[in-house]
């Protein structure tokens, strides 16, 4: 394909990752240059050694699916492709899905701790590649927001060293403005009723769920390496995973399978269009 043809269908994926635009994210994406979905595909492409996966959104007492699930198939997706991933998380997260992810705990502590043990684990075992899905931002003041305005700082650990201290390249994927990464579009969140969060990455995707951005990447992945939909994403299965490990609706808060109060069918949907997309792209 052309670079003009991969370019467009770019695009026509990050205009459907916007379409519902409940919580402003349309806005915030007209403001990124365009073809940041491909630009994160090929970051993903490139990467064939460690990729760290930062997700983890505290709510109700737990975590919310939306997040994990996105870092799963993304996991997959690039153990599927030869890399070496690894999740790294708050330790209830971390402790869920240790059994089948091979997963780290972030680092805990005051700011320099935080950053010194971020530091350590970059010369010790340096990335290729780090990606932040629904991982809470810190704001101006250096706390973290829900979307409600809620300081949930003391449930979650600071994740900003991660990308600050990378010398790889960084994507943060959001769907508020209060995630990590957001702040690659500080103007846009300016018109948000949030507690926008600050930091920066290489390359900002946003959507209407977070996870349905990585579903959207995982197919544009593997279209771009010539292998559309094999394996094919099971989100109604990890979906359910994820609830039988403790995790609920991030909007609801109750533990069904579903993601930000969007029906179960909301997701597969989602990449049933994205894969229309694709297959009508590979067919012209």
């Known amino acids: 394909m052309s670079d003009q043809v991969t370019l467009a ?4 994926l990050e205009t459907l990752l916007v379409a519902h635009n409940h919580r402003g994210m349309r806005g915030v994406g007209a403001t990124l240059e365009r073809g940041y979905l491909l630009r994160a595909a090929q970051m993903i492409r490139g990467c064939t050694g460690r990729a760290y996966i930062l997700t ?20 997959q997706l690039l153990v599927q492709r030869g890399a070496q991933p690894t999740i790294l998380s708050d330790k209830s997260i971390t402790d869920a899905l240790s059994a089948d992810f091979h997963c780290i705990g972030l680092a805990t502590g005051t700011p320099s701790e935080i950053a010194g043990a971020v530091s350590l684990l970059y010369q010790q075992a340096p ?13 101006t003041d250096g706390h973290c927001y829900n979307m409600a305005g809620d300081d949930i700082s003391a449930d979650c650990s600071s994740a900003e060293p991660y990308l600050e201290l990378a010398t790889c390249p960084t994507i943060a994927v959001g769907d508020g403005g209060n995630e990590l990464g957001m702040g690659k579009a500080q103007a846009a969140l300016a018109a948000l009723n949030i507690r926008a969060a600050m930091s920066d990455c290489d390359e ?11 579903y959207a990447l995982h197919a544009f992945v593997q279209w771009l390496d010539n292998k559309p939909h094999t394996p094919a994403l099971d989100i109604q299965q990890a979906l359910a995973y994820l609830v039988a490990l403790g995790a609920v609706d991030g909007v609801t ?22 894969n ?8 012209a």
């Open 9 to 12: 269908v770019s695009e026509a």
């Open 56 to 75: 983890g959104f505290p709510v109700a007492g737990t975590f919310e699916t939306d997040g994990p699930a996105g870092a799963m198939a993304l996991y």
């Open 127 to 139: 990335p290729d590649l780090v990606i932040s899905i629904e991982r809470p931002g810190a704001a």
């Open 204 to 214: 900002l995707i946003v959507a209407d769920v977070s996870n349905w951005a990585i």
């Open 253 to 274: 808060g109750l533990p069904t399978p579903t993601e930000d109060g969007f029906p179960a069918t909301a997701g597969p949907y989602l990449l049933e269009k994205a």
């Open 276 to 283: 229309t997309i694709l297959t009508r792209t590979a067919a």
